[in-house]
């Protein structure tokens, strides 16, 4: 509401990297035997991906536009 979707865009894209709170619960649910371990490593995998692709995409998407 009131923001431009590129911007909303580049804000949810922000919001993504919670590795270290993703991988504490990951750990804590492999612990408690909620996950087993071929989720567990998927989980990890996903996690550290998006949190290295995140920041390119945000910058790409909040960047000032070139002239045209």
Known sequence: ??????????????TIPQLSATLAAAAV?????????????????????????SPVVTRRLLAPRRPT
Not at 1 to 14: D, I, Q, T, Y
Not at 35 to 45: P, T, Y
């Open 29 to 53: 649910g492999r612990e408690l035997g909620l996950l087993n371990e071929a989720f567990f490593v998927a989980i990890v995998v996903l996690s550290i991906v998006t949190t290295m692709i």
């Open 1 to 14: 509401l009131g923001m431009p979707f590129r911007e909303s865009l580049g804000m949810g894209f922000a």
